[in-house]
């Protein structure tokens, strides 16, 4: 990954360079590996349903009320309170190219603990929501109406670098994280729109 | 109603094994700093702090500010000092939404205050443990002392936050509370806790911190964060973290408050995508830290969690002073920690604690005395070097030195008439051909008549010889002697 | 081209030599070089003991002194920092705009040699390593002159140290208020140097220079510090040849 970050304000003559840049899918799954997340890219909903079945085994999972993700965990083993849930899976509002980050909307259907509380946390991202910088994935928050109550940006399983500033993986929030991408691969071209944050 | 903590069962076996300067509460007197530097300086384990923070300042510092981040760290430097120019409309705006959205705001001039109101919330709600997510503001006014005296329980569920509460300290560096300890340190005081020997490595150490914590959460009546932004535009509050603590304590206690300064307000969502970045980068090298809470209001009608009431308090404590100031762009400051880092004075002390303040470092040298809630933090502008690796390193450019320089004007015209006669005579002599030139020649007189071990024991040479060789005065006046000569002879110098 | 020489009271006190030797590189270089004898201190002691008002009148002096020449050459980094960046901090006044002027016509030594220095035939052989002074580096922003400059003389091995942009602890009066801290800082600067192949330790400052060698020498460690001007002056045709033998 180059780690340019056209938040930082694009100039014309990058156009060019945006173009030849990897595509979303794929700059995605590189950086979400790269702070320690797993990208399993698929081609569509029962082929997550497959990965999805893969991951949780025989586990308890806690769920988004949501079609997306009810179709994905139909027949997992399925648990009412999180702190008994080996695996939440939800879904996210953005995913983000440039960082690997999700942009996650909590709701009645979208409880802010499914994502935090089980030790695993699965995210299904249809390819059309990623988006090229963290800035956009906030300007994609910001423009959700009504304004929820709850949202939170993930980057990677939770971490802690406070035993002798060294990074571990795996504090509070989920020790691992698993996001699903589920489209095919060209169905977003990479180059993003104008950076709003970055325009002026 | 809330339990009583499992986090805490058993801290009472863990040592407290510290110098009483870096206690959890600050003295309300502590030893000049001279002494207490040179204390610190002479404890092994600052060798060790020092030799760890320039190795993370290496790896994230050194090279200076990537190219993508250039643009960005100009236009976070610009919303900051904008956004200070009219806090008070920014502050009725958050206020407004904050409380459109169903929270309650609580406006705090002083730290007692500020104290006064969570633990009335508290009182409110017949609270006995409180999970904090880390905060520095509730370290400046003192909350966990004000709580614990109502015989309330306070939990700091950050990592770092966490061993240094368990060790009775405050925490070491703003954005690593436990910097000052060594791994070694961290695996004894969860030996202690536990009661029994741990799995001493790192991931199993978090681990146990984990299982410590997890119940907490759950059974805590009242949460309390502190806000690293609040976003004017729509009363979003947004607390960054990598554990994750933060969502757990603003999603499963019934009650969240979170407390800020003035400062922390934003005018717009969009800015968070420069500043959040920036913060990441300067804090711990991260592209991205790992979670950005945000926090719109309490829980809705039909939500399933996130706390039934959510209360902010903004506590003023001292910035409306700075406000107009020449200082008034240290209230840019996002708190990341990179100046402590950088500090070559912060790391060979072994961290923060050595400064006696809530915020130490380049940032707490200039911060503290100017906040002016302790008397003798006037001497922390002194406790620098001026290097200036404070400034490359600031994410909003705070000019630290030239701040540093200033406030130790402030200070030296504001007292100590005898070293204020002392320097105008200096310069008097020092402006002065024939002064300066005697001058000279007494230094050089003194270093060629008078002992060794007597000139040892004068006032600036006495300082210079503790750890040092005197430099060679007798020379003092032989530069300007030789130049003469060269011009009379043509002679080479 | 006519310059003056700008050599802090580092160079009256204690530390000659370095002054001494830019004069004569300066002339190698075909310069004239006038060292005003009206000269005294910038002001940063001062100023950076919190004494503004003491540290304007040596910066007015400054600016009286220097005011007519064309340009300053500044044997100290950290004395040349102040003027650039202090004196408009500082002086306010109209009667300052002299100071502040000839602040603009004011380089640091290594600068000057590496933007006027055409001809200059230098050659010291030996191991050297560079420590970037706090000031020269930060507020001049000068990284590159020195070691464009000591890059020039055949022979000589510049060895870079890990910490070499890190602070030595002297910080003027800092060094007298916590001599423990700034002996601490010293010693891992100390360190870092002695673990690279270099025998001697290079730099544009000999306040930072007299502070690393006192400690060193109390310390017994085995450091030779010197200024660049001296390096440069030895490595003029007709010198030692090796580093060694000009700085035994």
């Given at each position: 990954m180059t780690g340019e970050d056209p938040s930082s304000g694009a100039h014309a003559e990058d156009a060019g360079a945006e173009a030849s840049r990897p595509s979303f899918p794929v700059r995605f799954a590189a950086e979400l590996e790269r702070v320690g997340g797993r990208c399993h890219h698929v081609p569509d909903r029962a082929a997550a349903r497959t990965v999805v079945a893969r991951l949780c085994g025989d586990g308890t999972v806690v769920a988004d009320a949501d079609p997306l993700v009810a179709e994905v965990t139909d027949g997992l083993r399925r648990v009412e309170n999180p702190w008994e849930a080996d695996t939440?899976?939800?879904?996210?509002?953005?995913?983000?190219?440039?960082?690997?980050?999700?942009?996650?909307?909590?709701?009645?259907?979208?409880?802010?603990?499914?994502?935090?509380?089980?030790?695993?946390?699965?995210?299904?991202?249809?390819?059309?929501?990623?988006?090229?910088?963290?800035?956009?994935?906030?300007?994609?928050?910001?423009?959700?109406r009504p304004a929820p109550s709850g949202m939170r940006m993930v980057t990677g399983p939770s971490s802690s670098g406070d035993i002798e500033m060294v990074q571990v993986r795996g504090m509070h929030g989920p020790l691992a994280l698993h996001v699903v991408l589920i489209g095919a691969a060209d169905s977003r071209a990479s180059g993003s729109g104008a950076p709003e944050v970055a325009s002026e | 109603m809330s339990g009583r903590s499992i986090a805490l069962h058993g801290a009472e076996r863990v040592p407290h094994s510290r110098p009483e300067?870096?206690?959890?509460?600050?003295?309300?007197?502590?030893?000049?700093?001279?002494?207490?530097?040179?204390?610190?300086?002479?404890?092994?384990?600052?060798?060790?702090?020092?030799?760890?923070?320039?190795?993370?300042?290496?790896?994230w510092q050194d090279g200076g500010w990537p190219e993508n981040l250039v643009p960005l760290r100009e236009r976070a430097a610009r919303i900051r000092r904008e956004t200070l120019g009219d806090l008070e409309s920014h502050l009725a705006q958050l206020a407004a939404k904050v409380t459109e959205h169903g929270g309650t705001v609580h406006r705090a001039a002083t730290a007692?205050?500020?104290?006064?109101?969570?633990?009335?919330?508290?009182?409110?709600?017949?609270?006995?443990?409180?999970?904090?997510?880390?905060?520095?503001?509730?370290?400046?006014?003192g909350l966990n002392p004000a709580l614990e005296a109502d015989g309330i329980e306070v939990v700091e569920t950050d990592l770092g936050e966490y061993i240094v509460q368990l060790g009775d300290e405050r925490p070491s560096h703003i954005i690593a509370p436990a910097v000052h300890l060594a791994h070694r340190d961290v695996a004894e005081r969860f030996d202690a806790l536990a009661g029994e020997r741990l799995d001493h490595d790192v991931t199993a150490l978090a681990g146990f911190a984990r299982a410590r914590l997890r119940e907490d959460f759950r059974t805590a009546g009242l949460g309390v964060t502190g806000v690293n932004f609040a976003v004017a535009e729509t009363g979003t509050l947004a607390i960054v973290t990598n554990e994750g603590n933060a969502d757990l304590v603003t999603s499963q206690p019934p009650v969240h408050v979170a407390i800020m300064t003035p400062e922390k307000v934003v005018p717009r969502m969009a800015?968070?995508?420069?500043?959040?970045?920036?913060?990441?980068?300067?804090?711990?090298?991260?592209?991205?830290?790992?979670?950005?809470?945000?926090v719109t209001g309490p829980r809705r009608a039909g939500e399933s969690d996130g706390p039934r009431e959510l209360h902010l308090v903004i506590v003023d404590n001292g910035r409306h002073r700075i406000l107009g100031t020449r200082y008034e762009e240290v209230l840019a400051c996002i708190r990341c920690g990179a100046c402590q880092t950088a500090c070559p004075v912060f790391r060979t002390l072994g961290g923060g604690h050595a400064y006696g303040a809530a915020y130490?470092?380049?940032?707490?040298?200039?911060?503290?005395?100017?906040?002016?809630?302790?008397?003798?933090?006037?001497?922390?502008?002194?406790?620098?070097?001026?290097?200036?690796?404070?400034?490359?390193?600031?994410?909003?450019?705070?000019?630290?030195?030239?701040?540093?320089?200033?406030?130790?004007?402030?200070?030296?015209?504001?007292?100590?008439?005898?070293?204020?006669?002392?320097?105008?005579?200096?310069?008097?002599?020092?402006?002065?051909?024939?002064?300066?030139?005697?001058?000279?020649?007494?230094?050089?007189?003194?270093?060629?008549?008078?002992?060794?071990?007597?000139?040892?024991?004068?006032?600036?040479?006495?300082?210079?010889?503790?750890?040092?060789?005197?430099?060679?005065?007798?020379g003092a006046g032989r530069l300007r002697r030789a130049l003469r000569r060269r011009h009379r002879t043509g002679d080479p110098a | 081209m006519r310059v003056a020489l700008f050599t802090s009271c580092a160079a009256d006190l204690a530390a000659p030599r370095p002054a001494l030797a830019a004069v004569r590189v300066l002339e190698a270089m075909g310069m004239t070089v006038d060292v005003p004898g009206a000269q005294t201190c910038c002001g940063q002691v001062a100023l950076n003991s919190g004494h503004r008002e003491?540290?304007?009148?040596?910066?007015?002096?400054?600016?009286?002194?220097?005011?007519?020449?064309?340009?300053?050459?500044?044997?100290?980094?950290?004395?040349?920092?102040?003027?650039?960046?202090?004196?408009?901090?500082?002086?306010?006044?109209?009667?300052?705009?002299?100071?502040v002027d000839a602040a603009r016509r004011t380089w640091e030594f290594t600068r000057f040699v590496a933007h006027h220095d055409a001809a200059l035939d230098l050659a010291l052989s030996g191991d050297v390593t560079w420590h970037d002074s706090c000031h020269m580096l930060r507020s001049l922003g000068e990284k590159a002159a020195p070691r464009d400059v000591l890059g020039r003389v055949r022979g000589l091995r510049v060895h870079e140290a890990p910490g070499s942009e890190v602070c030595c602890g002297f910080g003027g009066t800092f060094a007298l208020k916590y001599p423990e801290l700034s002996c601490a800082m010293a010693d891992r600067k100390i360190t870092d140097v002695t673990r690279t192949d270099a025998t001697h330790l290079v730099s544009s400052d000999s306040t930072c220079l007299l502070h690393l060698s006192g400690r060193a020498a109390r310390r017994r460690v085995p450091l030779r510090a010197l200024h660049v001007a001296e390096l440069l002056a030895a490595a003029l045709p007709g010198g030692p040849g090796t580093l060694e033998e000009a700085f035994a």
């Open positions: 939440g899976v939800t879904t996210a509002l953005a995913a983000v190219a440039d960082t690997g980050s999700l942009a996650l909307v909590h709701d009645r259907e979208h409880p802010r603990r499914n994502s935090v509380v089980p030790p695993v946390h699965i995210a299904l991202v249809p390819v059309p929501a990623l988006v090229g910088s963290y800035a956009d994935a906030i300007v994609r928050l910001a423009a959700v | 300067w870096a206690g959890s509460v600050r003295p309300g007197h502590r030893a000049l700093l001279p002494l207490v530097t040179a204390e610190a300086v002479s404890r092994p384990e600052s060798a060790a702090t020092a030799a760890r923070l320039t190795e993370r300042s290496r790896e007692a205050d500020a104290t006064a109101i969570v633990r009335r919330i508290a009182a409110e709600h017949s609270v006995r443990l409180v999970v904090k997510s880390k905060s520095m503001v509730t370290e400046e006014i800015d968070l995508g420069v500043l959040i970045p920036l913060l990441s980068h300067a804090g711990t090298g991260q592209r991205m830290t790992v979670y950005q809470t945000l130490g470092g380049p940032i707490g040298a200039v911060l503290s005395p100017l906040l002016a809630q302790h008397e003798q933090d006037r001497e922390l502008p002194y406790l620098s070097s001026l290097c200036g690796a404070c400034a490359d390193v600031c994410p909003v450019m705070i000019p630290l030195p030239d701040m540093l320089v200033d406030l130790r004007a402030d200070d030296a015209a504001s007292g100590r008439r005898m070293s204020r006669a002392g320097w105008r005579a200096w310069s008097a002599l020092w402006s002065n051909r024939a002064g300066h030139r005697v001058s000279l020649a007494v230094a050089a007189a003194a270093a060629r008549l008078l002992p060794r071990r007597f000139l040892t024991r004068l006032p600036v040479a006495r300082r210079w010889a503790r750890g040092r060789e005197l430099p060679d005065l007798r | 003491p540290a304007s009148e040596l910066m007015r002096r400054w600016g009286r002194t220097f005011g007519e020449y064309d340009a300053v050459v500044g044997v100290s980094g950290s004395c040349t920092a102040t003027v650039h960046h202090q004196f408009p901090r500082v002086l306010e006044d109209r009667a300052a705009r002299l100071a």
